[in-house]
């Protein structure tokens, strides 16, 4: 069974130290069971933590984490597992001061990974990869929020934050904070079978293979200073429940169609028309969470007519039916 090392990062939450300590132990004693009596130790899931200079970390709530060891002094592992790194609501600048600050910790991953160990993270943790030059030219996801300063700090990436795990050959990285554990069992199975990741996932009440984010994420609309496009963005909220147009929007900022609609792509990063459809998904969204209204007044409510073809964007958009989106986040009452 392999050694595994997990770099625990300041800032990050002390539960993606805890799961990853508690999920091996958990895995250790399905194999006990499984071959029934205790395993030699070399055939253990075994982790050390880590910190950059061997010294406590703070995780983002205050809890102090105590490594074993610092980065300098750990051997060789088959895995290095990184921890999240900052907050997804962190802004640029933060992200940008915070790995500017952790060069050493992304070159000793670099070197970890050049001698063969299998690197993984999740969250802003998949930064740290990147920042290693680890992803160059990979697939690659993180927590949805920071999608944008992510492309911006590493164009050379493929980003698909709609995946909430990617793998390629010695490199996995996860989506949101809790697709650690969506990468802890594919861990589990890479290195303990499929048997013994199913047994784990039952046992801790986990759902194996999960492919999506996209359920759980709402859109942020990306930060610019066009002025006169925030005041779109504006009007376009307060009516994407109407009928209205592309030259609609473009009316109530007095600016032409055409100029209109370069100038928000350019500001937003998506076409008026995307940036309203994603108003009405999310207005529907909220709806499918908190109401039992059926599911065309859901539709009619947020300004489609064509239910077939709102209902074709909205699986787009989220992965899932309207249906499968109000069982799995509506009121426990609800029904499609």
Request: glycine share 6%; charged share 25%; aromatic share 8%.
């Amino acid at each position: 069974m392999p050694k595994i090392l997990l770099l625990a990062m300041p800032g990050c939450m002390a539960s993606s130290v805890q799961v990853a300590l508690d999920m091996f132990y958990v895995a250790n004693r399905c194999l006990e069971k499984r071959d029934g009596s205790a395993l030699i130790d070399n055939a253990h899931f075994t982790a050390q933590v880590v910190s950059p200079d061997g010294k406590a970390v703070e995780s983002a709530s205050g809890q102090l984490i105590q490594p074993e060891l610092a980065m300098a002094d750990a051997k060789i592992a088959d895995i290095v597992l990184v921890t999240s790194l900052f907050a997804a609501s962190a802004s640029h600048s933060e992200v940008d001061n915070y790995l500017t600050a952790q060069q050493e910790a992304a070159a000793w991953l670099k070197g970890m990974s050049d001698a063969g160990a299998l690197v993984a993270s999740a969250c802003s943790g998949t930064f740290l990869l990147a920042e290693a030059g680890i992803m160059d030219g990979r697939e690659a996801t993180t927590h949805w929020l920071l999608e944008a300063v992510f492309r911006r700090r590493y164009p050379r990436v493929r980003y698909h934050g709609e995946r909430m795990l990617l793998e390629y050959g010695n490199v996995i990285c996860g989506g949101a904070f809790f697709a650690f554990t969506d990468i802890l069992l594919k861990l589990l199975e890479r290195y303990g079978g499929r048997e013994l990741a199913l047994m784990c996932a039952r046992l801790m009440l986990l759902e194996p293979n999960r492919e999506l984010q996209q359920p759980f994420m709402q859109s942020s609309g990306r930060s610019h200073e066009d002025e006169a496009i925030r005041k779109a963005e504006q009007w376009l909220k307060h009516h994407f429940d109407q009928q209205i147009s592309v030259d609609s929007a473009a009316d109530a900022i007095s600016m032409g169609a055409r100029n209109f609609k370069r100038r928000f792509k350019a500001a937003t990063g998506v076409t008026p028309i995307e940036y309203l459809q994603r108003l009405r998904v999310d207005a529907a969204k909220r709806q499918l969470e908190h109401s039992s209204r059926a599911s065309t007044e859901v539709i009619w409510s947020v300004g489609y007519e064509d239910a077939s073809s709102f209902r074709r964007l909205f699986k787009r958009q989220t992965g899932v039916t309207m249906e499968q989106y109000r069982r799995r986040f509506g009121p426990a009452s609800a029904s499609g």
